[in-house]
């Protein structure tokens, strides 16, 4: 294992601090990436068990726009791709509160969401999406086989990268899977990670960084061979993970070719794709404290957007606390009131920052930029900007004009 980033210690990106636990001891975690030199899978280790994060979430997919839009065509493309119907059978595994299974519940396409967060799992529910509250596990997918029947499709959304035990999710997902079905896994790609200085969207829940080349070695521990790859806008640059039983699987596509040869010219298949990436996650570090700084002591105001977990990886790097950043905005309820893990930075309702009228509104879940630079134009009418930290400092002056620090 050899270091690719070395982030200090942080506390779990999701443990948001309610008022009455301010003044209590809150537990940091080192936070250090590393690859191995082997398969070339970049890790974390697993110091945080899903069991202390997920079992109480605070994050609901359904408060993105434009995440629920992109399950919407996701849904509609794989249903024409795979000719989804009545009769047939979709799974989801870490299916949040319905965002991505509702579609197919409007289809009439019978499905069942896996979900193990207690109170998310609870809103799909209510929102008319089957959810079952439990972690996948080979026996939890043969427990859901054995009463419902094999998936003709299972989804893994953003959730592959979660998982302390690859082999047993991924044997999970077998056990879930029809022996002609079909697993679609979306996954963040570590190829843009590195190349777009991502490095916010490294914390405890993600224990895994995939390539398309470590992410085969994965899936094929469970009985499981990609057979194509999409490589997509979300998160900052993702892969959209096509894979079926090994047995039927066949050959993958010239995509997967192409994809593999992107990675290997990026050299992320020896030491030297990584070694510069520590020296440019520094710099995004010294940009950001700098205008914050220089900010301040102009007298301008600086709030945030979004409590998401990168922003928590970036605040806490960063040491960014309320005299620099007084508040941050979410659109969560269920995060309002409370303060960010380690910076104790407040969450308040969005509604506060058209009261304030900011000088600057530092946007913390940076891959929605084109949702948000929509939804915050409001901002620039009493010439207020909104701030990107991530590849690097943009500061976006107006609909149409952006200065890059």
């Known amino acids: 294992m050899e270091s690719v980033v070395d982030l200090g210690a942080t506390p779990p990106c999701e443990s948001f601090l309610a008022a009455d636990e301010l003044d209590r001891p809150e537990p940091a975690y080192p936070l250090h990436l590393r690859v191995c030199t082997d398969c070339w899978l970049a890790q974390i280790p697993a110091l945080i068990t899903p069991e202390d994060t997920f079992t109480q979430y605070a994050y609901f997919s359904s408060y993105s726009t434009s995440w629920v839009e992109h399950a919407r065509t996701f849904v509609t493309g794989a249903a024409e791709r795979l000719g989804l119907g009545p009769d047939s059978f979709v799974v989801e595994v870490a299916s949040n509160d319905?965002?991505?299974?509702?579609?197919?519940?409007?289809?009439?396409?019978?499905?069942?969401?896996?979900?193990?967060?207690?109170?998310?799992?609870?809103?799909?529910?209510?929102?008319?999406?089957?959810?079952?509250?439990?972690?996948?596990?080979?026996?939890?997918?043969?427990?859901?086989?054995?009463?419902?029947?094999?998936?003709?499709?299972?989804?893994?959304?953003?959730?592959?990268?979660?998982?302390?035990?690859?082999?047993?999710?991924?044997k999970g997902l077998r056990a879930l899977v029809a022996d002609d079905g079909w697993v679609s896994i979306e996954v963040q790609h570590l190829l843009t990670l590195i190349e777009e200085n991502q490095y916010d969207t490294i914390y405890h829940e993600h224990f895994q960084y995939y390539t398309v080349a470590s992410a085969i070695r994965a899936l094929?521990?469970?009985?499981?061979?990609?057979?194509?790859?999409?490589?997509?806008?979300?998160?900052?640059?993702?892969?959209?993970?096509?894979?079926?039983?090994?047995e039927v699987a066949g050959e993958p596509g010239r995509r997967v070719a192409d994809v593999l040869d992107r990675e290997k010219a990026a050299g992320l298949r020896e030491l030297s794709g990584y070694t510069e990436f520590s020296a440019r996650v520094a710099k995004v570090r010294r940009d950001l404290l700098r205008f914050l700084i220089e900010a301040?002591?102009?007298?301008?105001?600086?709030?945030?957007?979004?409590?998401?977990?990168?922003?928590?990886?970036?605040?806490?790097?960063?040491?960014?606390?309320?005299?620099?950043?007084?508040?941050?905005?979410?659109?969560?309820?269920?995060?309002?009131?409370?303060?960010?893990?380690?910076?104790?930075?407040?969450?308040?309702?969005?509604?506060?920052?058209?009261?304030?009228?900011?000088?600057?509104?530092?946007?913390?879940?940076?891959?929605?930029?084109?949702?948000?630079?929509?939804?915050?134009?409001?901002?620039?009418?009493?010439?207020?900007?909104?701030?990107?930290?991530?590849?690097?400092?943009?500061?976006?002056?107006?609909?149409?004009?952006?200065?890059?620090?």
């Open 296 to 405: 301040a002591e102009r007298g301008e105001t600086v709030v945030g957007y979004g409590a998401p977990g990168k922003g928590n990886t970036l605040l806490n790097h960063c040491g960014i606390r309320p005299d620099l950043l007084p508040y941050t905005v979410d659109r969560n309820p269920y995060k309002h009131g409370r303060f960010t893990p380690g910076t104790r930075i407040p969450v308040l309702p969005p509604e506060r920052i058209a009261a304030d009228r900011p000088d600057y509104v530092l946007v913390l879940p940076w891959n929605l930029r084109a949702e948000l630079v929509e939804q915050l134009a409001f901002v620039h009418e009493w010439g207020g900007r909104l701030v990107f930290p991530v590849p690097e400092l943009s500061v976006v002056e107006g609909p149409s004009r952006k200065v890059t620090a």
């Open 220 to 246: 094929a521990s469970g009985g499981l061979a990609l057979v194509d790859v999409e490589l997509l806008p979300t998160h900052g640059g993702s892969i959209r993970l096509w894979a079926r039983p090994a």
């Open 98 to 170: 319905g965002y991505l299974l509702r579609h197919m519940v409007d289809r009439g396409i019978r499905c069942l969401g896996i979900e193990p967060s207690v109170n998310v799992g609870a809103a799909a529910r209510e929102a008319g999406v089957p959810t079952l509250t439990e972690f996948l596990s080979p026996d939890t997918g043969a427990g859901v086989r054995a009463e419902h029947g094999p998936a003709d499709l299972v989804v893994a959304n953003n959730v592959y990268a979660h998982i302390p035990d690859v082999i047993g999710f991924t």
